[in-house]
């Protein structure tokens, strides 16, 4: 499973952490050494391929990708360098994989901000179940707000 996260102000040849205790050995530092929350914005991204950036190549990013949400973390890093970002899309998943792998992790890292955007790749299936795929999307978009 491919992540990234980044300071944003840095750019992404000085990644930084943005994890804690969640799974697989992958840590989120969003609480202070006295348990306070930390007060800057966090954007973080979940999808696919759209929006982990696959068709748009940077060699100096660790999946060698940047797209859409990566250029808009980081302009909103260069307006206000508190923010902290994470990728977590990753290319060929399809809506239940995004909300199995990725949803839980994005709601444990508290973001101020969030982007979901998945169901391309269903929607791109033979036969598919167009009002199953909208009511699975619909119910992961409730858990986010």
């Known amino acids: 499973m491919t992540q990234r996260s980044t300071d944003l102000a840095a750019g992404p040849d000085r990644d930084k952490t943005f994890r804690d205790k969640t799974?697989?050995?992958v840590t989120v530092d969003l609480d202070g050494a006295d348990g306070r929350r930390h007060p800057w914005p966090r954007?973080?991204?979940?999808?696919d391929s759209f929006t982990e950036g696959?068709?748009?190549p940077n060699l100096h990013y660790p999946n060698q990708v940047r797209g859409w949400a990566d250029r808009l973390a980081r302009q909103l890093g260069r307006a206000d360098p508190t923010w902290r970002y994470a990728n977590l899309a990753i290319r060929s998943k399809f809506l239940d994989q995004v909300v199995a792998d990725q949803l839980?992790?994005?709601?444990?890292?508290?973001?101020?901000h969030i982007s979901f955007a998945a169901g391309g790749n269903d929607l791109l299936s033979l036969r598919?179940?167009?009002?199953?795929?909208?009511?699975?999307?619909?119910?992961?978009?409730?858990r986010l707000v």
């Open 43 to 47: 954007f973080v991204a979940i999808g």
């Open 54 to 56: 696959v068709g748009d």
């Open 128 to 142: 598919a179940d167009v009002d199953g795929i909208a009511t699975r999307y619909e119910a992961a978009l409730r």
């Open 23 to 25: 799974e697989g050995g």
């Open 104 to 112: 839980d992790l994005a709601i444990a890292m508290r973001p101020t």
